[in-house]
């Protein structure tokens, strides 16, 4: 065991198990239909165009949110 420590190997390497892996990706909070197409945001980043004009128009950001998944 001391040998494997001092390699740096870990004990499920060497099993063949391996880790879960973390999705980095976000998950969708919001969901808007634009010609016909079904597009999710998470709400990080540049708000989709399609969402944008309903906000401009006066429309609530909470109308868009994913009630379901």
Do not use: C
């Amino acid at each position: 065991m001391a040998l494997i420590a001092a390699e740096e190997f870990s004990l499920n390497e060497l099993v063949g198990e391996e880790a879960p892996k973390n999705d980095s990706r976000r998950k969708p909070k919001y969901v808007s239909t634009e010609n016909g197409i079904t597009k999710y945001w998470s709400g990080v980043g540049r708000t989709p165009r399609r969402i944008q004009e309903a906000l401009n128009e006066g429309k609530n950001l909470d109308s868009f949110l994913i009630t379901h998944y």
